[in-house]
Every structure is written in C-alpha cells, then in structure tokens.
C-alpha cells in the first residue's frame, strides 16, 4: 500500500521519481515462493507524475503515487504456515523495524493509528552506489537481521505480514536509487509505459518468461457451505480435507485486479455429470480482489463418490481473461 520511510528510525525521507543510473543491481525475487503458483503480483509501481496512474505496462495495476511492487500470498493460511522475504541483492542493513501488528486496514481508526508507520514491519537494505531496497508489510516478530549486517541475495530477512497499511499479507518491495523511485520493471523509464524490455532489473528466482497478467484467479477450492468473503481472505477453506456426502458442494475463487464490468464464471461437476455453471452479475466497479462462489445442496442420498473438478474463470468483454481449476475426491 502507500509507502512512507521509517521516519524517525532511518530518517530518510519520501521517495520521489527518477531515471536509473548505470550498472544497476541485478534483483532475485524477494520472496520464497513460485511467482504465478504461490504468490502473484497485485501492483506495480506507478508512472504517472499526476493525479491519475498507470503501471509500467500502460495497465491500471497501480493507484496513483504507488512506489513499489506488490507480491502477495493467496490467503492469509499462506501467511500462517510463513513465507520467507529474502534479500533482493547483497547488502548490508541500514534499518529494521518490527512489533506492529499483523491486521487488515479497514477503518479510518485503523489508518490514523499507523500514521507515519504505513510500510509496518520491515527492512532497508544497502547495495552500494546509491541503491537500496526496501521491504515492507512483514509479520510481526519475524525480522531476523540487524541494523549493520551484511547480507547475501536471498538472506532471509523475515516472514510475510500483514503489518502497516495492507488488505492483503505481501511485500511492497520499492527500488531507489539516489533516493528516487526506480521501477525494477521499467528502470529507465519514469512518466511513460510500455513493454517490459531488456533492461529490466531482475535476475536470479524471476521468471524468464514472465508475462503481464495482472487480472488472476489467486485461490480457488471447494467448501460445504456458503462461502463468507473474509473468510476466504483468512484461508479458511484452503485446508479442507472432507466434505461431508450430505453437505452443500460449494465452489468458489477468490480474484484480484478485477475491472468494472468483469464478470466470475463458476463451472462445477462430479461423476454424475455438471452440478452447476453460473455467470455472475458485471461488477459495478473496479476491485483489487474479490471472491464468487455457487453451489448447490446435496441430493437424496449424498453426493456420490468420485473425482469432483470445479473451473473459476474471469470474463472480460465475454473472453476468458483467466482460470484456476480445482479438483475433489469424495471417497
């Protein structure tokens, strides 16, 4: 979300934007996950100099004056079992915090008390001639390096959160260079878009063939009741190991970077054939995540058993834009 400096701990102040010098580091992906499996990125740095905004590829992945990127977790479950933030580049700690509390922002109460503290939890890292990562949004007690150390490229420096100003357990990784803003996607462009090119910055742990996708299905499954949206976002449903044959049969996904007009498709079957599909309503506006769920009661006698397979997609202009299917065994 919205990064501010630790003030007061590292007294630095607020990014601004500007061009890469020569030489940059080349980054890792800073978190120890599978880029598109196990972690997604939701936001992009944004590169408009004004009151509107738009990510590196000329996409609306961004809010206005977003300095980082977003990589989040599926679900809070994710979060629980502990992902591992590692160092970008070597580098040696210029400042830490930690001890926030791990909570989605949701009222104004909740951002008044985080004022001046909205990255949470996390680290500032040195890389030398002006470089210097920055990881924000960590778990609360998970920060294991110093101020002072010296790290290597993929040193773990804690575990993801979700401390600061944050929905969504992530980390906002923001590149500077010379205290300016540089986009790791785009570094040597700053008020304007395009392809990602060659001079991107990444390296090590980054997909070589990744692709601009920021509308994705993130977390998809099955539950036996009506599926509640925060509790999709806690990973409630993700460790289910049985479904009761008398139950409801329930599919649902959860989405992110859904634009006004999307649509969720639901297509659920079992061994007796298709259980339901269902074309949902056009959201009425944008949404950084959202969930849809269908189901239907069991029958006379329970569900029969056999192999279950549920396919969530998003609908754009009545195109797939993007699917996650699931597969059930009821035995």
Not at 52 to 70: E, L, N, P
Not at 109 to 130: T, Y
Not at 164 to 186: A, M, W, Y
């Amino acid at each position: 979300m919205v990064l501010k400096r630790f003030i007061g701990i590292l007294g630095l102040g607020v990014l601004g934007a500007g061009m890469a010098a020569a030489e940059p580091p080349v980054l890792s992906l800073p978190l120890d996950c599978t880029l598109g499996e196990t972690c997604f990125i939701q936001q992009f740095v944004d590169h408009d100099s004004g009151p509107d905004s738009v990510d590196f590829a000329c996409g609306a992945a961004t809010y206005d004056g977003h300095k980082g990127t977003d990589i989040r977790l599926p679900s809070g479950a994710d979060m629980a079992r502990g992902v591992a933030v590692l160092a970008a580049a070597d580098g040696v700690v210029l400042g830490r915090r930690d001890g926030m509390a791990d909570r989605r922002l949701q009222t104004a109460k909740d951002r008044a008390a985080i004022k001046g503290r909205e990255c949470g939890n996390g680290v500032l890292l040195d890389h030398g001639d002006g470089w210097r990562t920055q990881y924000c949004h960590m778990k609360r007690g998970s920060i294991r390096v110093q101020k002072g150390q010296t790290v290597k490229r993929g040193t773990a420096l804690g575990l993801v959160g979700l401390s600061g100003n944050t929905q969504f357990p992530h980390v906002h990784l923001s590149v500077e260079k010379d205290e300016q803003v540089i986009d790791p996607f785009q570094p040597q462009k700053v008020n304007e878009c395009g392809p990602m090119g060659a001079e991107n910055l990444w390296g090590e742990g980054f997909p070589a063939d990744f692709t601009y996708q920021p509308t994705q299905i993130v977390l998809a499954g099955f539950a036996a009741t009506a599926v509640k949206y925060d509790a999709v976002l806690d990973g409630k449903y993700v460790d289910l190991s049985s479904l009761a044959r008398d139950k409801p049969l329930v599919a649902y996904g959860l989405a992110m970077n859904l634009r006004r007009g999307d649509r969720f498709q639901i297509f659920l079957q079992g061994p007796s054939g298709i259980i339901t599909q269902t074309t949902g309503k056009p959201l009425a506006k944008n949404k950084a995540q959202w969930m849809s769920f269908a189901g239907k009661k069991a029958p006379s006698g329970g569900w029969p058993k056999g192999a279950y397979q549920s396919r969530i997609s998003v609908l754009r202009a009545g195109k797939v834009l993007h699917s996650r299917a699931s597969n059930y065994q009821i035995k």
